[in-house]
């Protein structure tokens, strides 16, 4: 079973419009969620992180927004530059530091000029 | 330079070929990981390591097997490749200290005809 998932595998957005991406999640034990941002023939890399405790992160463009009611997390970014195309990934761990992370499988964000 | 690199970064090979790939990391963690990415599935564990002694299976470790040869290097080996481990394969690594934020590398393509 998908335990994290990413139900749009892609997405487009007019340059300077908010993206918004989209992540569910089954196991009521995550506590600790981690977006990350993948360019092709790169591997991912880190981009925004929020605790169970907390409903909203935010740094720069970037919000991240958890409803554990609903097992729901979304990543809001704005406004979207180009050098936002990318696929993004969301990810989930049961406990801060424990380190194992279930990936979700990835939203393709194009941004259009 | 890169913190964590892989080789090769490129692969192909036959069925039923012995395959390794190579990690080394110089960020000093402790913790390293080995992923594979297939379209639509996200990234998935193969089998991580908190430390020099201890190795553990992941989501997806048949077929696969690794090596610690020591606290900056982990290898991934196939022992007979078959075709559907074609896939882009990622290291990474985290502090055991830190948060649940995995640094990657930049990921090897593996092709199994």
């Known amino acids: 079973d998908q335990q994290v998932k990413q139900n749009s595998p892609s997405l487009s957005v007019q340059e300077g419009r908010i993206s918004i991406l989209n992540c569910d999640y089954t196991n009521s034990m995550f506590d600790y969620f981690l977006w990350y941002k993948k360019y092709p023939a790169e591997g991912p890399t880190f981009l925004i992180s929020?605790?169970?405790?907390?409903d909203k992160n935010e740094d720069g463009r970037f919000t991240v927004f958890l409803n554990k009611s609903a097992k729901h997390l979304s990543l809001h970014i704005v406004p979207s530059q180009p050098g936002d195309s990318a696929v993004y990934f969301c990810?989930?761990?049961?406990?801060?530091?424990?380190?194992?992370?279930?990936f979700g499988q990835g939203t393709r964000l194009t941004i259009n000029p | 330079d890169a913190d964590v690199t892989q080789t090769p970064r490129n692969r192909i090979t036959k069925t039923g070929k012995r395959i390794m790939l190579e990690c080394s990391q110089t960020k000093g963690h402790d913790r390293m990981y080995w992923y594979r990415q297939d379209p639509g599935l996200g990234l998935q564990l193969i089998y991580y390591s908190f430390d020099v002694k201890d190795i553990n299976k992941g989501e997806i470790s048949d077929g696969y097997s690794v090596s610690r040869q020591a606290q900056a290097k982990f290898s991934l080996s196939l022992e007979s490749a078959i075709p559907n481990q074609t896939a882009l394969y990622f290291c990474?690594?985290?502090?055991?200290?830190?948060?649940?934020?995995?640094?990657f590398g930049p990921g090897t393509r593996l092709t199994v005809l």
């Open positions: 929020i605790s169970s405790i907390k």
């Open positions: 990810a989930a761990s049961g406990v801060r530091g424990a380190q194992k992370l279930v």
């Open positions: 990474a690594t985290s502090d055991a200290g830190g948060d649940n934020e995995q640094f």
